[in-house]
């Protein structure tokens, strides 16, 4: 897809964001005065991105109306970000699959998790949402998390009650999590925090959902094991009973729609946390043989940190445009890749 030149003018100069390379003069005057139903415009749409200069996407959803309404400047961001050429068809495919622990002594592997975004059909998401609804979405959520029975079976942390140092501590042992980073912040999401917030964890603590994060609902699955498939089936256990409750805000072509735009279609994201010292002296080597199986290196705590004790954080890159059971396949076989080249170091 060819880019149009981004309107400098509503961008910092320095900024990368691909919504200002395709938000072209043109595009913003014929998008500029629409609003969806629930409200939402363009220039809320795009203000963290103009507060940020070191956005790299630089747009955000406030509801799923958002995805069609504003078509013309998500669709280029969308395929860019996740770089399919033509328009996205979203495939689902949920189901259990059948894989080996690729690490039983847990030599690399410390731990697996497999983590779904997911908003209410019909509710703004977390940039627009008000109060009343964001209790309104905790308590619906809330009501389908408690028909839940075992292993997922658990029980619920309110964050409301908690002040901010609490929530730190909490943060710490999976029962709270911290407010947004400052490009949320700008995009709406930190509104109004920590009402309507909250975790809910099974008795074992190796399922979890985050209550009104970025999305409605952060849908996740953690282990201490190089076990990938028990994870993911575990989650796919998890939907398939929450789907009975709830209805998920989706399009047939971009699949769930989500907060950010980065987190549509499967809207999943499977990885590792894995110990690679000898690879980590040869980042080119370990950098390829990712990228072959379309996985992503972050560092030890996620996006923007650095690799702390050899821990890298490796993921699928692709979201959009391949199903739930594929992304595990191929971090299996990534992973596993990455490990005999460890091994042969
Ligand atoms: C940005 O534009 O950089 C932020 N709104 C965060 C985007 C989310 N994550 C990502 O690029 N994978």
């Known amino acids: 897809m060819k880019a149009d030149p981004g309107d400098q003018s509503l961008f910092c100069g320095t900024s990368?964001?691909?919504?200002?390379?395709?938000?072209?003069?043109?595009?913003?005057?014929?998008?500029?005065?629409?609003?969806?139903?629930?409200?939402?415009?363009?220039?809320?749409?795009?203000?963290?991105g103009q507060k940020n200069a070191d956005s790299s996407i630089g747009i955000y959803a406030g509801d799923?109306?958002?995805?069609?309404?504003?078509?013309?400047?998500?669709?280029?961001?969308?395929?860019?970000y996740h770089q399919i050429t033509a328009p996205a068809c979203?495939?689902?495919?949920?189901?259990?699959?059948?894989?080996?622990?690729?690490?039983?002594?847990?030599?690399?592997?410390?731990?697996?998790?497999?983590?779904?975004?997911?908003n209410l059909d019909?509710?703004?998401?977390?940039?627009?949402?008000n109060r009343q609804d964001r209790q309104m979405v905790e308590k619906q959520i809330l009501d389908a998390l408690h028909s839940l029975s075992a292993p997922l079976k658990g029980c619920y942390h309110?964050?409301?009650?908690?002040?901010?140092?609490?929530?730190?501590?909490?943060?710490?042992?999976?029962?709270?999590?911290?407010?947004?980073?400052?490009f949320q912040e700008d995009a709406g999401i930190n509104r109004d925090f920590p009402l309507s917030?909250?975790?809910?964890?099974?008795?074992?603590?190796?399922?979890?959902?985050w209550i009104n994060e970025e999305d409605h609902l952060r849908i996740i699955c953690l282990e201490k094991t190089g076990d990938l498939g028990?994870?993911?089936?575990?989650?796919?256990?998890?939907?398939?009973?929450?789907?009975?409750?709830?209805?998920?805000?989706?399009?047939?072509c971009l699949g769930y729609l989500n907060a950010c735009p980065t987190n549509i279609g499967t809207a999943m994201r499977a990885g590792v946390h894995i110990r690679l010292p000898k690879l980590e002296k040869h980042p080119g080597e370990l950098e390829k043989t990712a990228q072959a199986h379309g996985l992503q290196i972050r560092g030890t705590f996620g996006e923007k940190t650095r690799v702390t004790g050899s821990v890298f954080?490796?993921?699928?890159?692709?979201?959009?445009?391949?199903?739930?059971?594929?992304?595990?396949?191929?971090?299996?076989?990534?992973?596993?890749?990455?490990?005999?080249?460890?091994k042969k170091l």
């Open 64 to 80: 799923a109306q958002c995805y069609t309404l504003f078509k013309e400047i998500f669709e280029p961001v969308i395929t860019a």
């Open 122 to 129: 019909a509710m703004a998401f977390t940039p627009h949402i």
């Open 90 to 118: 979203h495939t689902r495919n949920l189901a259990f699959v059948d894989l080996f622990d690729l690490d039983p002594d847990r030599d690399f592997i410390l731990s697996a998790r497999v983590r779904v975004a997911r």
């Open 230 to 252: 028990r994870v993911f089936n575990k989650l796919v256990q998890a939907l398939d009973c929450l789907g009975k409750a709830l209805v998920f805000a989706s399009d047939p």
């Open 16 to 48: 990368n964001a691909l919504v200002k390379r395709f938000l072209s003069p043109a595009v913003f005057n014929r998008l500029c005065r629409l609003k969806t139903d629930t409200g939402f415009t363009l220039a809320r749409a795009i203000r963290s």
């Open 197 to 209: 917030r909250g975790v809910y964890t099974s008795e074992d603590k190796t399922f979890m959902v």
């Open 158 to 182: 309110p964050m409301e009650k908690m002040d901010p140092g609490q929530i730190r501590d909490q943060a710490h042992t999976g029962k709270a999590f911290i407010p947004g980073d400052r």
């Open 313 to 342: 954080d490796i993921s699928n890159r692709r979201r959009l445009g391949v199903c739930e059971t594929r992304i595990i396949q191929d971090l299996y076989t990534g992973i596993a890749a990455l490990m005999e080249k460890e």
